[in-house]
């Protein structure tokens, strides 16, 4: 069993949807939580990440933890064609090393 | 800033065949690392350098050596291509191990036949 599970999708949604992603994880001594989003033949960039359980919000992003259920979201309002990437939860182990999810293909249909 | 470059950005070797990617940042940044991307993989961990001089195995080492002679770079060498190293390979970088954002390059898609 993975460390870190992620759907790969594809997700496919029309403009304007909410998009919810998701990852679910094993191991507990996880303390930080990342978004990390890849637009083809490109290397991934940075999102958004959290350290504690709850919400927390960037523009049109939320990223959610609940430590309790060792499961992580990320939510997308107001959805763009421009939104369309594939998106990489990635956690951070008691070595500072990032676990990453095997990433889900989002796309966008205007 | 360039901030983290890969060559080259494409490559074919034949089973057998060496090559080196390579991989450098102007970033100052202390920390590097290689990573293979794989469909339904994810990114694994191949090698990976906390400052020059210093390199530490990721993951999945095997038929791969690093160096770190200087801050900015960090060449990663097949030593004998086989074709399971075919793969998306990316480098990475940030300021240091106890940080978290890291800062990636374009990638070299590698197929060894």
């Known amino acids: 069993q993975k460390e870190v599970e992620q759907d790969p999708g594809p997700l496919s949604v029309p403009e304007g949807a909410i998009v919810s992603l998701n990852c679910t994880y094993s191991n507990s001594a996880f303390q930080y939580f990342m978004w990390y989003r890849q637009y083809s033949r490109k290397g991934p960039e940075l999102l958004m990440y959290?350290?504690s359980s709850g919400n927390k919000e960037d523009g049109r992003f939320t990223a959610q933890v609940d430590k309790s259920s060792k499961y992580i979201s990320l939510f997308i309002r107001d959805s763009q064609p421009s939104d369309s990437a594939t998106y990489l939860c990635?956690?951070?182990?008691?070595?500072?090393?990032?676990?990453w999810g095997a990433g889900t293909k989002l796309i966008i249909k205007p | 800033n360039a901030g983290v470059t890969q060559t080259p950005k494409f490559q074919v070797l034949k089973t057998g065949q060496s090559m080196t990617l390579q991989c450098a940042q102007d970033?100052?940044?202390?920390?590097m690392s290689w990573y293979r991307q794989d469909p339904g993989m994810g990114l694994r961990l191949i090698h990976y350098s906390v400052g020059a001089g210093i390199t530490d195995q990721g993951e999945v080492p095997n038929g791969y050596n690093v160096s770190r002679s200087t801050t900015e770079d960090f060449p990663l060498r097949l030593l004998s291509a086989a074709p399971s190293q075919t793969s998306v390979y990316f480098c990475?970088?940030?300021?240091?191990?106890?940080?978290?954002?890291?800062?990636f390059g374009p990638g070299t898609r590698l197929t060894v036949t």
């Open positions: 959290t350290y």
């Open positions: 970033m100052n940044h202390e920390y």
């Open positions: 990635a956690m951070v182990d008691s070595n500072y090393q990032l676990i």
């Open positions: 990475a970088s940030k300021t240091g191990l106890g940080t978290y954002e890291q800062y």
